[in-house]
């Protein structure tokens, strides 16, 4: 069969960075297909390339065996070439119909509404969401919703190809059930679905193929059959990454966080657990399960929280940010952009950003030592020196995560580290360091306290699990009795509130 989308030789340079390196590889009609990669390795400038956005220096893109220069979006959108970005672009105030509509090249200023409803209808049922009212607001949907409606709102130009950059990275388990039931029904229907993805079980579970970009330059293309998770791995990082989850403790410490009847209105519900000094436990449930609220309320975030609160026997009083670090309670947060970084500022002032009071005398900065402790936290977590100095807007989002934990890790008194999501946007090889940070913490006498809707991740790290749904406490798994089949059973509400297994 002749491929559908082709690209030959394709050079991308910005300044003395070459992004692409001769990239060439075609997509097949009907098919669902990864491409994979560390951050850096290239897979946003190409799909760029694919959809207008970027010209490329070098090579060329065939469409239906026909060379085409792609200048800009409208011309791939009339070329049937869809992209949906990682930030939706969804008007919440609009209409659904509206929205379906909404960019499209060839609506006229006078139209007829009754067949753009037509068609949106169309639309809506294919990707699944032929139950809302087409008169609804946007602004009413889930996550998963609105993903689904961008889907559909590339359906009614007529897109053949559909290119979508992490498109699962905030949604639940059932919400990324239903991203790829409408895959595959797109495959079904003829179309084609190449999408961006750092969560590897997505691409043995749902892809036909697989193409591996490093450092700019294709590795190669593989059937999923044919590839092992292990070599897909090694292939990414022209390395073997060796063993990605570090061994866990199975000994009980002394207990560093004691929590009693959490509650968070609307969130949490009267959540109680000990935790161990040296020793990582997960709060694993789906986006909205209460198990992010959690630990925010624990990092002294939400001021209505209430329940009883101690570490290392001191109490800690809820809804105060001073109280939960006078008690060495760091916090990192599942969103570096908003919450963890300052993106203007360098890697080294980011990294000493809450602990200025010991870098000078009566509030005067010494700046000799504020870069002695910003290279000793860099070495600490991994960041070349000769990093500090850029912004941190500039790193991947691996090395902006690394910061944020060193940040965390400023004093050496024992304490807890909580962590939301904490490898959301990381390539696998930037996972791998992450997760032998959070064991080092461990090592060094911290507890550690994460969320997390990544299974593989919650399965792979976790000493202790905690399972939530809505709010409620389902149960408590230690060591070998961790198993992904009792995990999704309790976050799909396959079993009842409250059983309790040690």
């Known amino acids: 069969m002749a491929p559908i989308l082709e690209a030959r030789g394709v050079t991308k340079r910005f300044g003395s960075i070459e992004a692409l390196r001769g990239v060439s590889f075609d997509l097949q009609p009907a098919e669902i297909r990864a491409l994979c990669g560390e951050n850096g390795a290239g897979k946003s400038t190409l799909v760029k390339i694919f959809t207008g ?8 893109v065939l469409v239906d065996g026909r060379e085409h220069r792609i200048r800009n979006p409208q011309e791939s959108q009339a070329l049937g070439i869809a992209y949906v970005s990682q930030e939706l ?30 068609a949106a209808q169309d639309a809506l049922d294919l990707v699944g969401l032929g139950y809302l009212s087409l008169d609804a607001r946007a602004a009413a949907l889930s996550l998963g919703e609105r993903q689904l ?83 897909l791995i090694e292939q990414m990082l022209g390395r073997p990454l060796g063993e990605m989850y570090p061994a866990g403790h199975h000994g009980g410490g002394e207990t560093v966080l004691s929590v009693r009847n959490l509650t ?37 975030l939400v001021y209505q929280a209430r329940g009883r609160v101690t570490v290392n026997g001191k109490p800690m009083p809820l809804g105060s940010v001073p109280q939960a670090l006078a008690r060495n309670v760091r916090y990192v947060s599942d969103d570096r952009a908003v919450e963890g970084l300052f993106l203007d500022l360098p890697v080294d002032e980011n990294l000493v950003a809450t602990r200025l009071e010991t870098l000078g005398p009566a509030g005067l900065l010494s700046r000799r030592r504020l870069r002695a402790r910003a290279r000793e936290l860099a070495a600490g977590v991994g960041i070349d020196a000769l990093r500090l100095a850029s912004l941190a807007r500039q790193l991947s989002g691996g090395n902006q995560q690394k910061i944020a934990i060193g940040r965390s890790l400023l004093t050496e008194r024992e304490g807890v580290l909580l962590m939301i999501e904490p490898t959301r946007g990381v390539d696998v090889g930037a996972r791998a360091d992450i997760y032998a940070l959070m064991r080092q913490c461990c090592d060094r006498g911290l507890a550690v306290l994460m969320s997390s809707s990544d299974i593989e991740e919650v399965v792979g790290m976790s000493d202790i699990v905690i399972t939530l749904y809505r709010g409620l406490q389902i149960a408590r798994y230690e060591n070998a009795d961790i198993a992904r089949s009792k995990i999704l059973s309790d976050i799909l509400h396959q079993s009842k509130p409250g059983r309790q297994t040690a």
């Open 89 to 118: 672009s969804i008007a919440p105030y609009l209409s659904i119909l509206d929205n379906v509509w909404l960019g499209h090249r060839a609506v006229p200023f006078l139209h007829r509404r009754r067949s753009l409803r037509r």
């Open 264 to 300: 968070v209105p609307g969130s949490v519900e009267r959540l109680s657990f000990e935790l161990p000094r040296g020793r990582i436990m997960c709060l694993a449930g789906q986006i909205g399960s209460g198990a992010a609220e959690a630990v925010r309320a624990l990092a002294g």
């Open 149 to 231: 409606l961008e889907i559909a709102r590339m359906l009614v130009r007529d897109a053949r190809v559909f290119m979508l950059d992490e498109p699962t990275a905030t949604l639940s388990d059932g919400e990324i059930s239903r991203v790829f039931a409408t895959l595959r029904r797109l495959r079904d229907n003829g179309r084609t679905v190449l999408f961006i993805t750092h969560r590897l079980g997505e691409v043995f579970e749902t892809c036909n193929s697989v193409t591996v970009l490093r450092n700019g330059a294709d590795v190669g293309t593989h059937p999923v059959s044919s590839i092992g998770r292990d070599e």
């Open 53 to 60: 956005m970027h010209e490329p220096d070098g090579g060329c």
